[in-house]
């Protein structure tokens, strides 16, 4: 779980020409001037811990602390420690008296990241930490009053969570006072400029570099897709500020910086004579990776690709991936275990050390 303390630094922006950019920061402005718990969805890096922190920064409670809490990749038994802090000697390995992050935000706000992964057994203490706005530390039985705002936020969709079961129904409806849905920016194409222009102004001035820009590079970043949203657009503008020899942004630059010089390179060393073979060689190759990365693990695997086990079966015979498997089982070194989910030293310190 990263715990993140926001720097003392200027209100964020939420930047965009957008009418859904325009309808967002209103919807901070609204939000700011409430308690009332905000529930943040979208895929990463689309900027709901930056509507969270500009929703922080315009309300009252500015002077307080913000914190964020993810919990992806802390395990199961860390969590709840992790979310309400211990008292010395709640369990092994509790040296210290630790206060959870409800009660460092108490006053402030606690942005709670991909709230949908919690199981269900924190899901309920969370709802009562939200209700009755008071926690209980692991090894204590005395409630501690926690005055803290909530922002949850989700890269997944909590109403299919809902119905497999795996998200509680009333936790919900407690969190989704004030929703947003922050559209990726394949979706409002017109805030790709703005983004552009103002983060590769900032490299620019980071690295001390002045440079200007041909203005038809704009329909080319309209063109592509972003699937790393926002964040995407901050690493191609760092990348162009620090390889650019010249100085103005051309679409060589840009097509350079965006790596599709290289992926069309890569498409042309797939083994395969025909799209055919080609596909079936990747999808080999990917399939094989997943499974490599759940120790071969069949029925882990089948649950995490989202198939049911006896397709999962059938996509590895028609693969013909069974032989390389039964290669890698014999010589179980050649496989690196490397899920860092079961390593709770790297989560817990992680966690601590912030991000
Ligand atoms: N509309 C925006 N204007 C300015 N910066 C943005 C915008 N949206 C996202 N960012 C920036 O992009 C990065 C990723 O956004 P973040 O809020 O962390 O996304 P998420 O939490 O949805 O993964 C952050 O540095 C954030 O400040
Ligand atoms: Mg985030």
Same mark, same amino acid.
């Given at each position: 779980?990263?715990?993140?303390?926001?720097?003392?630094?200027?209100?964020?922006?939420f930047i965009g020409k957008s009418?859904?950019a325009?309808?967002?920061?209103?919807?901070?402005?609204?939000?700011?001037?409430?308690?009332?718990?905000?529930?943040?969805?979208?895929?990463?890096?689309?900027g709901?811990?930056?509507?969270?922190?500009?929703?922080?920064?315009?309300?009252?409670?500015?002077?307080?602390?913000?914190?964020?809490? *993810?919990?992806?990749?802390?395990?199961?038994?860390?969590?709840?420690?992790?979310?309400?802090?211990?008292?010395?000697?709640?369990?092994?390995?509790?040296?210290?008296?630790?206060?959870?992050?409800?009660?460092?935000?108490?006053?402030?706000?606690?942005?709670?990241?991909?709230?949908?992964?919690?199981?269900?057994?924190?899901?309920?203490?969370?709802?009562?930490?939200?209700?009755?706005?008071?926690?209980?530390?692991?090894?204590?039985?005395?409630?501690?009053?926690?005055?803290?705002?909530?922002?949850?936020?989700?890269?997944?969709?909590?109403?299919?969570?809902?119905?497999?079961?795996?998200?509680?129904?009333?936790?919900?409806?407690?969190?989704?006072?004030?929703?947003?849905?922050?559209?990726?920016i394949?979706?409002r194409?017109e805030d790709i400029r703005p983004l552009f222009d103002y983060y590769l102004?900032?490299?620019?001035?980071?690295?001390?570099?002045?440079?200007? $820009?041909?203005?038809?590079?704009?329909?080319?970043l309209?063109?592509?897709?972003w699937?790393?949203n926002v964040?995407e657009i901050q690493?191609v503008t760092?990348?162009?500020?620090?390889?650019?020899?010249?100085?103005?942004?051309?679409?060589?630059?840009?097509?350079?910086?965006?790596?599709?010089?290289?992926?069309?390179?890569?498409?042309?060393?797939?083994?395969?004579?025909?799209?055919?073979?080609?596909?079936?060689?990747?999808?080999?190759?990917?399939?094989?990776?997943?499974?490599?990365?759940?120790?071969?693990?069949?029925?882990?695997?089948?649950?995490?690709?989202?198939?049911?086990?006896?397709?999962?079966?059938?996509?590895?015979?028609?693969?013909?991936?069974?032989?390389?498997?039964?290669?890698?089982?014999?010589?179980?070194?050649?496989?690196?275990?490397?899920?860092?989910? *079961?390593?709770?030293?790297?989560?817990?310190?992680?966690?601590? $050390?912030?991000?």
């Amino acid at each position: 779980m990263s715990l993140g303390k926001d720097p003392l630094s200027s209100t964020p922006v939420f930047i965009g020409k957008s009418r859904i950019a325009q309808d967002i920061r209103e919807f901070i402005a609204i939000a700011s001037r409430s308690d009332a718990a905000v529930l943040l969805t979208g895929k990463t890096g689309v900027g709901k811990e930056l509507v969270a922190k500009a929703i922080h920064y315009q309300s009252p409670r500015i002077t307080r602390p913000f914190l964020v809490i *993810n919990p992806s990749g802390v395990p199961e038994s860390l969590m709840e420690s992790c979310l309400f802090g211990h008292e010395k000697g709640a369990f092994t390995g509790a040296t210290e008296l630790m206060r959870g992050p409800f009660e460092m935000a108490s006053g402030g706000t606690l942005m709670i990241d991909e709230v949908g992964i919690l199981p269900l057994s924190v899901q309920i203490k969370l709802l009562r930490a939200v209700d009755a706005k008071e926690i209980t530390r692991i090894g204590s039985v005395m409630p501690i009053a926690c005055n803290m705002r909530i922002i949850a936020a989700t890269s997944e969709d909590l109403f299919a969570a809902i119905e497999r079961g795996s998200f509680r129904n009333d936790l919900y409806f407690r969190l989704n006072c004030l929703p947003l849905q922050i559209p990726p920016i394949s979706e409002r194409k017109e805030d790709i400029r703005p983004l552009f222009d103002y983060y590769l102004h900032q490299a620019a001035e980071r690295h001390k570099r002045k440079m200007g $820009i041909v203005p038809d590079i704009y329909g080319y970043l309209e063109e592509y897709p972003w699937p790393g949203n926002v964040r995407e657009i901050q690493a191609v503008t760092e990348r162009i500020v620090l390889t650019l020899e010249g100085n103005s942004v051309e679409k060589d630059d840009v097509i350079k910086a965006l790596n599709l010089g290289d992926r069309r390179k890569f498409l042309l060393h797939i083994k395969g004579d025909t799209v055919k073979e080609k596909l079936h060689n990747i999808e080999k190759d990917l399939y094989f990776q997943a499974l490599k990365e759940n120790g071969f693990d069949i029925h882990l695997t089948a649950e995490k690709e989202k198939l049911p086990l006896s397709t999962f079966r059938d996509i590895i015979k028609r693969l013909g991936l069974e032989e390389t498997m039964r290669q890698y089982q014999k010589n179980p070194m050649q496989i690196k275990h490397g899920d860092r989910r *079961n390593d709770s030293r790297t989560i817990y310190c992680s966690w601590i $050390i912030g991000r």
